[in-house]
Nanobody, 121 residues
């Protein structure tokens, strides 16, 4: 059974950096042709794709977030991490990680439960 679990600090002050970890179990993050994405949903807004890391370790970032976020992969722990700097209240959202089986036509087929990040003084 594929499971994804996000973890993070919850509350962050403006201008700080934050890292969110997605721990994956039941499936390898290096399995061929899968990508692993970060997606967020701010209050009252739709889902926003932020970026992804592929099975080969290539990373892709949304143009709107380029320069503010990066994504890394830790194969030894079978997890991947979102790093975001200079957060503002507009970054307040529920952050999800998801498996992307695009190559197989399955789309985002497994999701974590989401972790709330609130940016506030």
């Amino acid at each position: 059974q594929v499971q994804l679990r996000e973890s993070g600090p919850g509350l962050v002050k403006p201008s700080q950096a934050v890292s969110l970890v997605c721990a994956v179990s039941g499936f390898s993050v290096t399995a061929n042709y899968y990508a692993w994405s970060w997606i967020r949903q701010a209050p009252g807004k739709g889902l926003e794709w932020m970026g992804a890391v592929t099975w080969r370790g290539d990373t892709y970032v949304s143009p709107s977030l380029k320069g503010r976020i990066s994504i890394s992969r830790e194969m030894s722990n079978n997890q991947f991490t979102l790093h975001m700097n200079s957060v503002t209240p507009e970054d307040t959202a529920v952050y999800y990680c998801a498996r992307d089986g695009l190559h197989y036509g399955t789309g985002y087929d497994y999701w974590g439960q989401g972790t709330q990040v609130t940016v506030s003084t």
